[in-house]
């Protein structure tokens, strides 16, 4: 059984910083890019980053909401993937989901963790 | 980026109702869409991908169609348990892009 469970959520004050991980089993973690998709209050889906597998050598998507604040990283030893959240601005309040893209979609999500970024 | 364009934003359908959401991309993308069944307090999951083949253990009552730009997910026959918010994502152009969602509720 696939799961994904994702940790170290938390509030944060404007431009603090928070480091979410990842940990998953059940599933061959070392072949699949793994991603962190966000959902704002109410809101919709956004893609927030991505990184592939060490075959497409680790190369890493990010929205342009985050680039250059935030950083995935994934250790293939451990089966886990980080999100590496600097400089957070009020907007980057959200349900984070860690998810595993078996396809070019997103097959399994964790449970979710929130960030509230407030003063 | 592409544009995912859903509608429409809520639905109200009765049980045994047949549903039909439709899925407009800004450019063509070539049927590498997928669907996905968010019910309350849950994350996302997979219904369909590839615009019409069903995901594991998703029942027969979800159908997708489309091509090109337009696309759709059909609930035959509803239920309760399908109330649930459903989202649209295209995989043909990075970044893989999100529709608004369908908030699907009993009347």
């Known amino acids: 059984e696939v799961q994904l469970v994702e940790s170290g959520g938390g509030l944060v004050q404007p431009k603090g910083s928070l480091k979410l991980s990842c940990a998953a089993s059940?599933?061959?973690?070392?072949?699949?890019?793994m991603s962190w998709v966000r959902q704002a209050p109410g809101k919709g889906l956004d893609l927030v980053a991505d990184?592939?597998?060490?075959?497409?050598?680790?190369?890493?998507y990010y929205a342009d909401s985050v680039k250059d604040r935030f950083t995935i990283s994934r250790d293939d030893s451990q089966s886990m993937v980080y999100l590496q959240m600097d400089n957070l601005k009020t907007e980057d309040t959200a349900l984070y989901y860690c998810?595993?893209?078996?396809?070019?979609?997103?097959?399994?999500w964790g449970q979710g963790v929130m960030v509230t970024v407030s003063s | 980026d592409i544009q995912m364009t859903q509608s429409p934003a809520s639905l109200s359908a009765s049980l045994g109702e047949t549903v039909t959401i439709e899925c407009r991309a800004s450019?063509?993308?070539?049927?590498?869409l997928a669907w996905y069944q968010q019910k309350p307090g849950n994350s996302p999951q997979l219904l369909i991908y590839?615009?019409?083949s069903l995901a594991d253990g998703v029942p027969s009552r979800f159908s997708g169609s489309g091509s090109g730009t337009q696309y759709s997910l059909k609930i035959n026959s509803l239920q309760s348990e399908d109330v649930a918010s459903y989202f649209c994502?295209?995989?043909?152009?990075?970044?893989?892009?999100f529709g608004g969602g369908t908030k699907l509720e009993l009347k």
């Open positions: 998810t595993v893209e078996v396809g070019d979609y997103f097959d399994y």
């Open positions: 059940g599933f061959d973690f070392n072949s699949y890019g």
């Open positions: 990184i592939s597998s060490k075959s497409y050598n680790y190369a890493t």
């Open positions: 450019e063509d993308i070539y049927s590498n």
């Open positions: 590839d615009a019409n």
């Open positions: 994502q295209q995989y043909n152009n990075y970044p893989w892009t």
